[in-house]
């Protein structure tokens, strides 16, 4: 069983700044992509921010400048680093993981590739 656990969301101010952690637990024997996603209510889930095993990153448009993402593959973790907050970034934020897990069967090892999410924590923006 993979699950993957995410911490720090809360209320944020405007112009202020908070960390996203999201650690994935478990059998896991791998991660590949790992990123963040947000979704408002009303609306549709959308890309935040992604990364690669490489560390090669994508940000959505309308965080580019403000947020960035990193990994610590060691600890099995992505995080999400939000500065100069604003309102429209109020949302759910999911993190998500592209996680090879294993198991065993009477000492026969099985694996299998399947992207995994978060419960989701809620970020609210507002002073």
């Known amino acids: 069983q993979v699950q993957l656990v995410e911490s720090g969301g809360g209320l944020g101010q405007p112009g202020g700044s908070l960390r996203l952690s999201c650690t994935a637990s478990?059998?896991?024997?791998?991660?590949?992509?790992m990123g963040w996603y947000r979704q408002a209510p009303g609306k549709q889930r959308e890309v935040v921010a992604t990364i690669s095993t490489d560390n090669t990153t994508h940000l959505a448009d309308a965080v580019k400048g403000r947020f960035t993402i990193s990994r610590d593959n060691a600890k099995n973790t992505v995080i999400l680093q939000m500065n100069s907050l604003k309102p429209e970034d109020t949302s759910v934020y999911y993190c998500n993981a592209d996680v090879t897990a294993y198991w065993d069967v009477d000492d026969v090892f099985h694996f299998k590739r399947s992207h995994y999410w978060g419960q989701g924590t809620q970020v609210t923006v507002s002073s």
């Open positions: 478990g059998s896991v024997l791998s991660i590949g992509d």
